[in-house]
């Protein structure tokens, strides 16, 4: 890429004017690095100034490196600046390279979510264009000031209510805007501002390109852990128990969601959800030895659609009670599928003092069974499921 190669070069060159000594040298011989600056003025559409945007430089040499790389490990810090009240920034203490500049200001678009990693990597010539059309670049120079000034635009939004199918708000749900990447794959857009209903059932997702996406709010029910209740203090965690997802159009498949198709600085205020409460049902059970009717204490129950085996729902059998519980899934036809099945003995673990959780589970594996699945309507609640599980089958002889 023509910005790798500008940024090894310059790299180069700025090491050998810096006079760095064959790495057998002293560090404490070594010169002090030598830094440069940069300042700029962000404005938005209408030539007013971005009031408190943030600003932060992005290494192009470290943008296109995945993150596994050792050289991630090694990154800089990023340090954002927020633009004083006249749209004015200055970045001190730059070393010399060639950066991205990124600004993100609420209601105006982002590189964030037009861009992800992949793209950067090895973009093609088409990429290469669009990413310097939205991610403006500046070479910093040691001991001089770079100048860079970014004009804004005002991006589309998405807002509406989100409600139960009886009439009442669904506060506190979280909501992902997706869009599809180059490979034609659903993927999050990060989103600044937005992303949750309010006590109301109200949302609004600003600042999206203009484009097609789809919307994904998260109804979930989670086991939670808190030290403290009060004066907002104590410390909390959580860990999800069983979700379901709705998607724009109020569907509960991905597939069957409604695409919403922004034009630039379109405000879409016509995307309610409904989420239909009266269709979802709870389904309990039990996965039980086939031969002895044994209850097994540990696995895993997964939901099938049966159009195409993709999975709709999983969860696990719960350590208190032996039992698995979905408890919300949609009325339909599914293939309910066992996997892992085993009994197990369970010893509760201290996380230390003042920890959240304040236990662990382990647990250690007795007796394996083998996989089972079977068809399963359903119309209404469904409990006192038992799941039979054969015996796992003994491993061939002569099997390392």
């Excluded at 910005?3 to 810096?18: G, K």
């Excluded at 709010?217 to 997802?245: C, H, N, P, W």
Aim: charged fraction near 20%; include cysteine.
């Amino acid at each position: 890429m023509f910005w790798r190669t500008c940024f090894a070069a310059f790299s180069m060159v700025a090491l050998a004017a810096m006079g760095q000594e064959p790495a057998q040298t002293s560090l404490q011989n070594l010169p002090k690095p030598v830094y440069g600056s940069v300042s700029g003025r962000i404005t938005c559409e209408n030539n007013l100034p971005a009031r408190l945007a943030v600003v932060t430089l992005l290494p192009i040499g470290d943008a296109s490196e995945p993150p596994t790389s050792s050289r991630a490990v090694s990154r800089p810090v990023l340090t954002p600046v927020d633009t004083q009240l006249d749209g004015s920034f200055t970045i001190p203490h730059v070393a010399p390279g060639y950066y991205y500049v990124v600004v993100q200001y609420p209601g105006y678009v982002s590189p964030i979510a037009q861009l992800n990693r992949e793209d950067l990597i090895r973009p093609s010539l088409e990429m290469q264009k669009f990413i310097a059309s939205v991610l403006p670049a500046v070479a910093v120079d040691p001991n001089r000031v770079s100048n860079v000034d970014v004009r804004l635009r005002r991006g589309a939004s998405i807002n509406g209510y989100i409600r139960y199918d009886d009439g009442s708000p669904a506060p506190g749900l979280q909501i992902r805007v997706l869009r599809k990447d180059g490979k034609g794959k659903w993927i999050g857009v990060p989103i600044r501002d937005g992303g949750g209903s309010d006590d109301l059932g109200r949302y609004r997702i600003v600042g999206l390109p203009a484009g097609e996406y789809m919307l994904e709010a998260s109804l979930q029910v989670f086991e939670r852990y808190t030290d403290y209740l009060f004066d907002g203090g104590g410390s909390s965690s959580s860990g999800t128990k069983f979700g379901i997802k709705i998607y724009s159009g109020s569907e509960t498949r991905r597939r069957d969601a409604k695409l919403i198709k922004l034009n630039d600085g379109e405000d879409d205020s016509s995307e309610d959800m409904v989420i239909p409460l009266s269709k979802l049902h709870s389904v309990t059970g039990s996965i039980v030895q086939a031969r002895t009717g044994h209850v097994v204490s540990a696995g895993t129950v997964v939901l099938l659609y049966p159009d195409d085996n993709s999975e709709a729902f999983s969860t696990k059998v719960d350590k208190d009670d032996s039992m698995f519980h979905f408890d919300f899934v949609p009325e339909g036809s599914y293939i309910l599928k066992v996997a892992n099945a085993r009994d197990v003995s369970r010893e509760e673990i201290s996380n230390g003092k003042n920890s959240m959780p304040p236990t662990h589970t382990k647990e250690t594996t007795l007796k394996s069974y083998g996989p089972q699945q079977q068809p399963l309507l359903i119309e209404g609640d469904l409990s006192g499921l038992l799941l039979p599980v054969p015996e796992a089958a003994a491993p061939a002889k002569g099997a390392q």
